[in-house]
């Protein structure tokens, strides 16, 4: 009996907490707000832009414009007049919500602008492109409306901020799109560069190419030298010209390149303007009998050309007697004299347009 008294006690205990909790309860109305689809709108002079506020149930909503003269507004539709700022106000059943206008004056885009056409860059390394508007101040493309690309990306990739990444050796475009504007880029990506160039090839005229003038990259890139320690006359001419990397190559008296050894190289970067046949010569002197080859992108457009000995090492003549025929595409193009047999040192080398 006892049990059953201390079980209707603890009962009715926790019917006076429920209750007592029931009637401590905190009821809250419903908070009710209106929304529009803008927070904040920019328009061009002459522009318009339709405002919905929501609930759509409960009736029509109340529009005004704090400054009629920048902008109007009627059942929700904004017309904009004349540059300046503004609010937009929509009220209903004592709620509303404001939404700020700008107004600003319409400047078109006449074109873009490159800060280069031409970029050279080695595998791995990056080159920054920038972007230019004409005028700086046009407005009326959006800013998400552009694109950046590259023809081949196995060669060159371009990154929507405009960097240029060189992924291997070879030619390629970069495309920069701005609204209904479009620039190109010519992206040669290389080992090496051009030492004091461009080299270009005309019809115009003769085009004679220092033997010195090899390009920038250093050993089995630029030039191979048999010999890395062989300084024998080298006058610091590279190194006084920005490349301290091809001491190795032996540079006489500031002219020519001597103290050559068998399959030993050298590569250049040349600009080929007019596609034709080119009568190819070198400008050599030797005591003994030699033999060479001129590759264009790896290949051999020479075979091998005899230099036969002129009995002195300051005797420099044109050779071989009958110039040798090669033919040139128009582009970016990398030239490699090898030294099939020694026996000459080289000054010059030299191309006639022919045809």
């Known amino acids: 009996m006892k049990n059953i008294i201390n079980k209707l006690q603890i009962l009715v ?12 309860y905190e009821r809250t109305e419903v908070q ?8 904040s709108l920019n328009l061009f002079v002459g522009g318009e832009q339709q405002l919905i506020a929501n609930p759509t149930e409960g009736g029509n909503f109340s529009w005004t414009s704090t400054d009629e003269s920048v902008a109007t507004v009627s059942n929700g539709l904004v017309k904009a007049l004349k540059v300046g700022t503004s609010d937009v106000v929509a009220e209903r059943d004592g709620l509303k919500v404001t939404v700020p206008v700008t107004v600003i004056e319409k400047v078109l885009l006449q074109g873009i602008e490159l800060s280069s056409y031409y970029v050279e860059v080695s595998p791995k390394s990056t080159y920054e492109l920038a972007v230019k508007m004409i005028p700086l101040n046009a407005n009326d493309v959006a800013l998400k409306d552009f694109n950046w690309w590259s023809d081949n990306e196995d060669v060159a990739r371009v990154n929507q901020s405009g960097d240029v990444l060189g992924v291997k050796e070879g030619i390629t475009k970069i495309h920069y799109r701005k609204g209904s504007y479009q620039k190109d880029v010519q992206v040669v990506v290389s080992n090496t560069r051009p030492f004091k160039g461009p080299h270009i090839i005309t019809a115009a005229q003769d085009f004679i190419l220092p033997f010195r003038d090899f390009d920038i990259g250093g050993e089995g890139y630029a030039f191979h030298e048999s010999d890395s320690g062989n300084s024998n006359g080298n006058d610091n001419y590279r190194k006084e010209n920005g490349d301290a990397n091809s001491f190795s ?6 002219n020519n390149v001597g103290w050559t050894a068998n399959g030993e190289w050298l590569l250049y970067t040349v600009e080929v303007q007019d596609a034709g ?6 400008s050599e002197s030797g005591g003994s009998n030699g033999f060479c080859h001129l590759e264009v992108d790896d290949e051999n457009v020479t075979g091998s050309i005899d230099l036969p000995t002129n009995g002195s090492w300051s005797n420099w003549k044109w050779m071989p007697d009958t110039p040798v025929e090669i033919k040139l595409t128009e582009g970016t193009h990398k030239l490699r004299f090898v030294i099939d047999q020694a026996g000459f040192n080289m000054k010059e080398m030299k191309f006639e347009f022919k045809e």
């Open 13 to 24: 205990l926790l019917l006076f907490v429920v209750v007592t909790s029931c009637d401590n």
């Open 32 to 39: 009710h707000a209106i929304f529009v689809n803008h927070q």
């Open 249 to 254: 190559v032996d540079i006489e008296g500031g």
């Open 277 to 282: 046949t080119y009568l190819f010569q070198l």
